[in-house]
């Protein structure tokens, strides 16, 4: 008697569990508001990363990338499915021309806006390490803002 109860409890359990405790894995979501395009032209493409490696330089590493249209000099993006309490970072680059790259004049410096998540970005154009640029979300929805830079 007593192993088909324990037989009935190990099965009804799980059961349990799944049915009146909802445990879903928990994420969160970023709504990113992109200000400061010069214009309307081209494309927001936006890249998040969620660690270190491969920060800003390398899309290859990142956790998303989406190009978004642009509409009266703003952008808005939502980035979902994000781990409570991990670190994003967000890179924008205004597209002007479609290339898909960063274009520089003469001098190596940036011909296209750009951004960085919490605004990092130092003098001369110098993006801040992704600790610095780090959103960590820790409720189920959040927002943030940016502001492109020519």
Not at 73 to 90: H, S
Not at 96 to 103: L, S
Not at 125 to 144: D, G, N, R, V
Request: glycine content about 6%.
């Amino acid at each position: 008697m007593t192993t088909k109860k324990s037989i009935l409890v190990s099965l009804l359990l799980p059961l349990f569990c799944l049915i009146f405790l909802d445990i879903k894995a928990q994420t969160c979501e970023i709504q990113l508001e992109i200000t400061n395009f010069r214009n309307n032209k081209g494309t927001a493409n936006i890249v998040v990363f969620d660690s270190p490696e491969g920060y800003y330089d390398d899309r290859s590493k990142s956790f998303t990338f989406k190009a978004i249209p642009i509409r009266n000099q703003k952008a808005t993006f939502t980035c979902t499915g994000l781990t409570p309490g991990k670190g994003y970072a967000f890179v924008v680059l205004h597209d002007e021309n479609g290339d898909a790259k960063m274009n520089t004049n003469m001098l190596g410096m940036p011909a296209e806006g750009f951004g960085v998540s919490r605004n990092a970005v130092g003098a001369f154009w110098q993006i801040k390490p992704f600790s610095e640029a780090c959103i960590i979300p820790q409720k189920a929805k959040e927002t943030a803002t940016m502001k492109i830079i020519y």
